[in-house]
């Protein structure tokens, strides 16, 4: 039975692979619509099949009249592989691996010698870490942060959820800075391992391991979005009627 919510799907086609939100009322036919400026695979062309978290078999989404068939006939499930190729009797040829597309870098020596940029701004203006008190200034965060993690017993071990969603629980695997991922330097990060596959990978981040989860139940996130308690593992079998809920 098709829902309300949006559903968070990996789409993953021969030239891209980006996730994306489906709205479970779409037709097949407006889905594919969308679908054409992410993968470059005209909608007449495409062919989609679904697959499943942890699951090997494919289904193929298709029907005869395209144009009133919702896509939410479909077992949408969040961060599942939604595929797109080009159908057997297509003369369409699809777009290259982005991998296999040189691509133009400048050097960064270059950059600095633009006029106009944002980096010119922001050393005109002396504004993130061209201002003279940025050490002073992020030694100060870094203390408010870890301060947040000392208030809301954020520790290993813990069991927690994503104040943002109050449906993601898990526990946590991981306290510590990331220097790879954006923000304030020397700052702590959590890392959870998630009770359902709804995360963005499996304790690794830009190819360093923090921790060790199964694919997809792993996330990292800021302390002010962790929320720590005896939080019990939902239960979200297929019988459980808070699944109509979720």
Partial sequence: MATAQDVPLLIISTASSSERRITPSWTISLLKAKLEPIT??????????????????????????????EIGRWPLVAYAELKVTTTGDS?????????????????????????GTVLAQKK????????PKAPEIREMKVKEIVEEVRKRNIAVGARCILSNDSSRRGTIRFVGPIPSLPGVQDAPWVGIELDEPTGRNDGSVNGVRH????????????????????????????????????
């Fill in 40 to 69: 470059g695979i005209p909608p007449a062309a495409q062919k989609l099949t679904l697959r499943l978290p942890d699951q090997s078999e494919e289904t193929v989404i298709e029907a005869a009249d395209e144009g009133s068939v």
């Fill in 91 to 115: 003369n369409f040829a699809s777009l290259p691996p982005l991998s296999s597309v040189e691509k133009y870098t400048m050097p960064e020596s270059e950059y600095e010698k633009l006029s």
């Fill in 124 to 131: 005109a203006q002396q504004v993130g870490r061209f201002n």
């Fill in 211 to 246: 921790f060790t989860c199964e694919k997809n139940k792993g996330v990292f996130a800021r302390p002010e979005k962790v929320g720590v308690g005896d939080f019990e593992e939902l239960n979200l079998d297929e019988d459980d009627p808070q699944m109509e809920e979720i």
